[in-house]
């Protein structure tokens, strides 16, 4: 995996020099954060928000991340893509979230195909469409969309064929991957988290401390792994239409096997997504749905399964400078075992307003309130029921 993202890194760098037009930018991004008493998951608890009080209620600022992104255009029909990241808790100093390589030839027809490989996300979010898989109305994405940065990196090969009308456009995706088998390990052992801390491709995830092997204090997994040896694959289906909005599906299966094991086991994950994008008079409307499992083997009697499901609306508004945007998240675990008491449920709310004066700063200002049940709190001392509350102050500088 390492070795074809610093590939395509690679090819960037070395076809900027003669390419025939060159894109790109970045962003420093700044937070003041005050939250609730909760450990974060990002230090080993059971807490639903991105910054955790670790014990205590309190303020702090945070570097959230930096981050340059660079299009090289190559040839008419060839573009090479990266995006590099510093963020202060990621293992290495600098980081990719996405590098990849994209032939699409040019059409003069309704039809319209492509190709691309590398490294990057599914096409599955309604809401992270900005630079650095961000989102334009919040600073902190959906429990469906905190997971997908957390676990799911496409690292293969993407087929896409598109069919454009007057007024409605009809795209089918299908894509061969490797290295996401131990995608679900988080769900699994942690549950939802709402969280816009992205895992770069050679980070480490975090899992809580509960889940570490005995004479451990801390429990970490590598989320971008080959395991199996077998290729996993996506396919979805997309229409949108230039007044009604648009219309994502999308099918995903790691295919591992979840008995293989290689320093961790493969996590067989799948599961279906369906979104929507419309707009009611003024309001964009964003709400996704997701539903799936998660499984290993250890033994072949001895199976650990856990179904997930999720789901948001989120209503956004526009006015001059200014963005408002509240969103609703449903969310659910089911541990089909009796070793650990690992399921869960919970809803979140979050309310943002975002000013953006000039294309160089955007301040946000965040609500997020996290109402979850889990009895795996137990193990901490702590209630199963809780609710974590984030507030932060963003101070978004693009370049």
Same mark, same amino acid.
């Given at each position: 995996?390492?070795?074809?993202?610093?590939?395509?890194?690679?090819? %960037?760098?070395?076809?900027?020099?003669?390419?025939?037009?060159?894109?790109?930018?970045?962003?420093?991004?700044?937070?003041?954060?005050?939250?609730?008493?909760?450990?974060?998951?990002?230090? #080993? #608890?059971?807490?639903?928000?991105?910054?955790?009080?670790? #014990?205590?209620?309190?303020?702090?600022?945070?570097?959230?991340?930096a981050a340059?992104?660079?299009?090289?255009?190559?040839?008419?029909?060839?573009?090479?893509?990266?995006?590099?990241?510093?963020?202060?808790?990621?293992?290495?100093?600098?980081?990719?979230?996405?590098?990849?390589?994209?032939?699409?030839?040019?059409?003069?027809?309704?039809?319209?195909?492509?190709?691309?490989?590398?490294?990057?996300?599914?096409?599955?979010?309604?809401?992270?469409?900005?630079?650095?898989?961000?989102?334009?109305?919040?600073? $902190?994405?959906?429990?469906?969309?905190?997971?997908?940065?957390?676990?799911?990196?496409?690292?293969?090969?993407?087929?896409?064929?598109?069919?454009?009308?007057?007024?409605?456009?009809?795209?089918?995706?299908?894509?061969?991957?490797?290295?996401?088998?131990?995608?679900?390990?988080?769900?699994?052992?942690?549950?939802?988290?709402?969280?816009?801390?992205?895992? #770069?491709?050679?980070?480490?995830?975090?899992? /809580?401390?509960?889940?570490?092997?005995?004479?451990?204090?801390?429990?970490?997994?590598?989320?971008?792994?080959?395991?199996?040896?077998? /290729?996993?694959?996506?396919?979805?289906?997309?229409?949108?239409?230039?007044?009604?909005?648009?219309?994502?599906?999308?099918?995903? @299966?790691?295919?591992? @096997?979840?008995?293989?094991?290689?320093?961790?086991?493969?996590?067989?994950?799948?599961?279906?997504?369906?979104?929507?994008? $419309?707009?009611?008079?003024?309001?964009v409307v964003?709400?996704?749905?997701?539903?799936?499992?998660?499984?290993?083997?250890?033994?072949?009697?001895d199976s650990?399964?856990?179904?997930?499901?999720?789901?948001? %609306?989120?209503?956004?508004?526009?006015?001059?400078?200014?963005?408002?945007?509240?969103?609703?998240?449903?969310?659910?675990?089911?541990?089909?075992? @009796?070793?650990?008491?690992?399921?869960?449920?919970?809803?979140?709310?979050?309310?943002?307003?975002?000013?953006?004066?000039?294309?160089?700063?955007?301040?946000?200002?965040?609500?997020?309130?996290?109402?979850?049940?889990?009895?795996?709190?137990?193990?901490?001392?702590?209630?199963?029921?809780?609710?974590?509350?984030?507030?932060?102050?963003?101070?978004?500088?693009?370049?």
């Amino acid at each position: 995996m390492r070795a074809a993202s610093l590939l395509v890194a690679a090819s %960037l760098l070395g076809g900027a020099a003669g390419a025939q037009d060159l894109s790109g930018g970045g962003y420093v991004d700044l937070r003041f954060s005050n939250n609730s008493a909760e450990r974060a998951a990002i230090d #080993g #608890g059971l807490g639903k928000t991105r910054y955790g009080g670790n #014990g205590s209620d309190g303020n702090s600022f945070h570097l959230a991340e930096a981050a340059l992104y660079g299009n090289a255009q190559l040839t008419e029909d060839l573009l090479v893509f990266a995006d590099i990241r510093y963020e202060p808790s990621q293992r290495t100093a600098v980081d990719l979230l996405e590098s990849y390589i994209r032939y699409r030839p040019l059409s003069m027809s309704r039809w319209r195909w492509s190709v691309k490989a590398g490294a990057f996300f599914p096409p599955v979010s309604e809401e992270n469409t900005a630079p650095g898989w961000t989102s334009p109305w919040t600073l $902190t994405p959906s429990a469906i969309n905190s997971w997908v940065g957390e676990e799911l990196r496409i690292i293969g090969a993407e087929a896409k064929v598109e069919w454009r009308g007057d007024s409605d456009r009809l795209e089918a995706v299908a894509a061969l991957y490797g290295w996401n088998d131990p995608a679900g390990v988080a769900l699994a052992d942690g549950g939802w988290i709402l969280t816009d801390r992205i895992t #770069g491709l050679f980070d480490r995830l975090r899992l /809580p401390n509960a889940v570490a092997f005995p004479g451990h204090t801390a429990s970490w997994r590598e989320p971008f792994a080959e395991i199996d040896n077998k /290729p996993g694959y996506y396919a979805g289906l997309s229409w949108k239409h230039e007044d009604w909005g648009r219309l994502d599906l999308l099918y995903y @299966d790691n295919e591992a @096997d979840p008995s293989a094991y290689d320093h961790e086991y493969a996590w067989h994950t799948k599961f279906f997504s369906a979104g929507v994008q $419309t707009n009611i008079g003024d309001v964009v409307v964003l709400s996704q749905m997701m539903t799936g499992s998660t499984e290993i083997r250890p033994e072949e009697d001895d199976s650990y399964t856990t179904d997930f499901q999720a789901a948001y %609306l989120l209503l956004g508004y526009r006015f001059g400078e200014w963005r408002v945007a509240v969103r609703g998240d449903v969310f659910a675990t089911q541990a089909q075992n @009796d070793d650990a008491p690992l399921s869960e449920h919970g809803t979140a709310e979050t309310l943002a307003v975002s000013w953006q004066p000039s294309e160089y700063m955007r301040l946000t200002l965040e609500g997020l309130r996290v109402d979850s049940f889990r009895t795996q709190r137990l193990q901490y001392g702590l209630s199963p029921g809780q609710v974590d509350h984030q507030v932060q102050l963003g101070a978004k500088f693009m370049f």
